[in-house]
Structures are given as C-alpha cells and as structure tokens.
C-alpha cells in the first residue's frame, strides 16, 4: 500500500490492518455463502444463476 504524504507510518499501518482483517471476514463469509449456496424449490433458474454469478464476482474483488 502506498503511505499518502500526509500520513504518518503507523497511521499507515493501522489502516493497513483494519482493512486487511475486515477483508478476511468479508472472504470467510461470502466463502460461506458459496458452500451453502443451492437451488431453492420453485426458484427461477434465471435467478438462481444470477445470484451464483454475483457471489463469484463479490469472491473475486475480495481475494487480492
């Protein structure tokens, strides 16, 4: 990550962290989501397809 100029080094850090972890959780969770991901009865194929798409792009923007 790079430091803005007006931001000290451990500010920096913090900053670092705080979102690193968040990005764990947020990965552990939508990770969650695809293993227990399945079709409903009466659900649209449509639908279905549609939310397993958005899963899978959410799962991509978090892995880094």
Known sequence: MKKPANMDK???DRLET???TKSLVNRLVLKQQLY???MNEG???R???SQ???LLSD??????
């Open 10 to 12: 451990s500010e920096c």
């Open 18 to 20: 705080f979102y690193s």
């Open 36 to 38: 227990t991901f399945h």
């Open 47 to 49: 639908d279905h397809t």
């Open 59 to 64: 799962l991509k923007n978090v892995e880094i």
């Open 43 to 45: 659900e649209h194929f």
């Open 52 to 54: 397993f798409i958005t």
